[in-house]
């Protein structure tokens, strides 16, 4: 198995433009999660899934944020508008959340916006 | 809401010093889990435990579970450069709350 795979690895856009991090999980695993990492505020849970399904979106910081897990094999995170302070790196992971599974964690897409 | 702390932030060490990190959970967790990130890496699962007062060793990390399954640490013995990196804990209450994290530094 690839393992996670993030696309794309790394993203520099303008204040304002729209931003599409995009994943796909291990096969078969059940659950999905996108993490925001900064220096500041360390990894922080955005949103999981659970079988594609939205189960806690507590973490998504505003309205600008949103995910869509269309299919077992792929997810979206989107910035519209994206801010400066959106700039971060976001890692998705997966797992077999129900066995205690560790999450596998996808390489990271390093958004810079300016 | 579930808060999970770890000490120290930081910390450098001679090759072939010990190291340790220590977690901390506000509340009773079902399971911790622990997980290494390199240097512009991702974070990676080492382990997870899940009885209260467990003990697993890999090599030269050795893993504890408290015995009310609130705190949890991490040792490695005899440090060598590849250790370097941030170690997180990440308790489980429905969802995993991933710790503060600890970064070691090595010095040659």
């Known amino acids: 198995d690839a393992g996670v795979i993030q696309s794309p690895r790394h993203e520099v856009t303008e204040m304002g433009q729209e931003v599409t991090l995009r994943c796909k999980p291990i096969?078969?695993?059940?659950?999905l999660f996108w993490y925001r990492q900064t220096m500041m505020r360390g990894l922080e849970l955005l949103i999981y899934f659970n079988n594609n399904v939205p189960i806690d979106d507590s973490g998504m910081p505003e309205d600008r944020f949103s995910a869509k897990m269309p299919n077992a094999s792929f997810s979206t995170l989107k910035i519209q508008p994206s801010e400066p302070r959106d700039s971060a790196v976001y890692f998705c992971a997966s797992s077999f959340l129900q066995y205690g599974y560790g999450y596998t964690f996808g390489s990271g897409t390093r958004l810079t916006v300016v | 809401g579930q808060q999970v702390m770890q000490i120290p932030q930081y910390q450098h060490v001679q090759e072939g010093e010990d190291f340790t990190t220590y977690c901390n959970s506000s509340t009773t967790l079902s399971n911790i889990q622990w997980y290494k990130q390199r240097p512009g890496g991702h974070p990676v699962f080492l382990i997870q435990l899940v009885k209260s007062g467990e003990v697993k060793k890999q090599k030269r990390l050795t893993f504890q579970f408290g015995e009310a399954k609130k705190n949890s640490s991490l040792h490695i013995t005899a440090t060598q450069t590849t250790d370097v990196g941030t170690y997180f804990c990440a308790g489980r209450d429905n969802q995993f709350y991933f710790g503060t994290g600890t970064s070691l530094t090595v010095i040659p």
């Open positions: 096969s078969g695993h059940n659950s």
